[in-house]
Every structure is written in structure tokens, then in C-alpha cells.
């Protein structure tokens, strides 16, 4: 699978999670955190999406928006989290070997 394809896998699971939440009852919605942490994860695709090969706003995306969502979320925060991690750690693999010494991080550990 390419950088797009990834990147449209979480965030198709992202916005349908964003959308079920949406759906539920006004205490379920409140209760529910994942939808912050889904949201947090996939703001700026738009711009992610805007290429075919990797540069450094890809990077920047590794180094805080994936990390962030790694260290902050869980599976008791979203349903979502081991999945995205499966995603995120792909996303990691196919950083060409000339971007790799941007990486700040190895990526997420999946256990």
C-alpha cells in the first residue's frame, strides 16, 4: 500500500468513528472522548493529501501528530487506537531511506 491509501484508511475509520459518536444521545456523546483523540489525529490530512510521495509536513505528522496520538490515546479511549497503530506504524516503513534521519521516534511499539 502507498502513503495515500494509508492515509485514507485512518481517515475513513477516523471520520466513521467521529460520525457514530455524533449520533449518540447528548450524556453518550459527552462521555465519549474518542472523537477528540481521532479528530487530533487526522486535522491536517488535508494537506497530507496533497501528494504522492512523502516531504516533510509527512514528517512533522510522525514526529507529533502520531506520537501524540500514541502516547495520549488507548484502547479505553478509542476503539480505534490499535488499529490506527497497525497504520501508523505502515506509514513509518514506507519513509524513504533518504527521510528517514528526520524521524525523531522509531514509531509506535504494537504489542
Not at 28 to 36: E, G, N, P
Request: aromatic share 14%; glycine share 4%.
Amino acid at each position: 500500500m502507498e502513503k495515500k491509501g494509508v492515509y485514507l484508511e485512518i481517515y475513513q475509520s477516523s471520520i466513521q468513528q467521529i460520525n457514530r459518536v455524533a449520533t449518540k444521545s447528548g450524556l453518550l456523546k459527552c462521555l465519549d472522548k474518542s472523537i477528540y483523540y481521532e479528530a487530533q489525529l487526522i486535522h491536517k490530512f488535508s494537506f497530507l493529501l496533497k501528494n504522492e510521495y512523502f516531504n516533510d509536513m509527512d514528517i512533522d505528522f510522525l514526529n507529533w501528530g502520531a506520537k501524540n496520538y500514541y502516547e495520549m490515546c488507548d484502547v479505553k479511549k478509542s476503539v480505534l487506537y490499535n488499529e490506527q497503530l497497525q497504520r501508523l506504524s505502515m506509514l513509518f516503513s514506507l519513509v524513504p531511506e533518504e527521510m528517514r534521519h528526520k524521524l525523531e521516534w522509531d514509531g509506535p511499539v504494537i504489542r
